[in-house]
Structures are given as structure tokens and as C-alpha cells.
């Protein structure tokens, strides 16, 4: 990725975890993965996708202040981030809302014109009557609220949350 950053002319960066990573590639077996959408839609508008499936919010950043910003100065980083930090007990949902709000503070420092398109955390968990998915639901639900707040109308940044197109009426989220 710093590599590409070097070579320049990139204006729409995608940041995140598996579900940016997941535009890179497609399962042919499986009919899985975005590469034919994104190929189609976004790299005529020259797109870099710098997800990497695992991802936490630490490690969003310390890729940020260690190379993959230098060389560009993209018009938008699409920024999806947090779900892994989610996990049990491995951060609090103001955590994880800290270490995203220092991800887009990260980017406006190396890149102040870029604007940034914030993406809720989708839900997850198979078992919408599971204590463990409950919880996890709610403290989503509380790193969304959180985050919600950096939007200041899409001058710098906008937040848009969709997950709530994923979970059927019953809680559960389809495969």
C-alpha cells in the first residue's frame, strides 16, 4: 500500500478491515466479494482500496502515520473500521470510538482538504437472543452513536450508517 501511495494520483482511498478488503477480490465458487462492482463503479474514479481483513482501529492508524497517506492527498477516504475491535471484551464502545475519531484526525492532519465518508460499524452476531450478540449489538449501536457526531454536514466528514439494511425484523442477519 505505501508503494501505491507513492506512485500517486489517487483520489478516493478506501480504509478499513475484511469488509473493505472484500472489494478487492471475488469468489467465483461462491459468487462473493465486490472486485466486478468496484472495477465497474469506482476505479474509473482513481480508486486505491487499502482494507486488510482483521484490522482494528490501531492498526488503521499506525498504517496512516507510517506511510500510507504519504505521496496522496485523495479528495475522499472512505473510512469502515471498529467491527474487530468489538469482539468481547477487547475494547469499550468509547474505545473504539476514540481510536476511530483519531484515525479521522490522522487523515486531516496529512491530508486537510480530504473529506472523509465515515461508515457505521455493521451489526453482527447470528443470534439476535444471544447474550454475546446482544451485547455486542448494543455496544456497536454506542460506537455509531459516538461516531455519528464527527459529521459536520460533509464539509470535512459525513457519516452514513446502512446496517440497519442487514438485520431482518426478526434481529437476524441474513448469510
Not at 24 to 37: A, L, P, T, V
Not at 145 to 170: A, E, M, N, R
Amino acid at each position: 500500500f505505501v508503494e501505491i501511495a507513492k506512485r500517486g494520483n489517487v483520489d478516493v482511498l478506501f480504509l478499513g478491515d475484511s469488509i473493505t478488503d472484500a472489494w478487492r477480490g471475488f469468489d467465483e465458487k461462491n459468487s462473493r466479494g465486490g472486485k466486478r462492482i468496484f472495477d465497474k463503479e469506482f476505479a474509473p474514479l482513481k480508486t486505491a482500496n487499502f482494507g486488510i481483513g482483521g484490522d482494528q482501529t490501531q492498526h488503521v492508524l499506525w498504517r496512516i502515520q507510517n506511510g500510507e497517506l504519504d505521496g496522496i492527498k485523495p479528495k475522499v477516504v472512505m473510512l469502515m473500521i471498529g467491527t474487530n475491535n468489538s469482539n468481547g471484551n477487547d475494547n469499550t464502545a468509547e474505545e473504539i470510538a476514540e481510536g476511530i475519531t483519531a484515525i479521522v484526525r490522522e487523515i486531516h492532519k496529512r491530508s486537510p482538504k480530504t473529506k472523509v465518508l465515515l461508515l457505521g460499524i455493521f451489526p453482527r452476531g447470528k443470534d439476535p437472543d444471544n447474550p454475546a450478540t446482544k451485547a455486542q449489538r448494543e455496544k456497536i449501536a454506542r460506537v455509531n452513536q459516538i461516531i455519528s457526531k464527527l459529521d459536520d454536514g460533509g464539509k470535512t466528514v459525513k457519516y452514513l450508517d446502512i446496517g440497519h439494511l442487514f438485520i431482518k425484523p426478526d434481529g437476524h442477519i441474513p448469510p
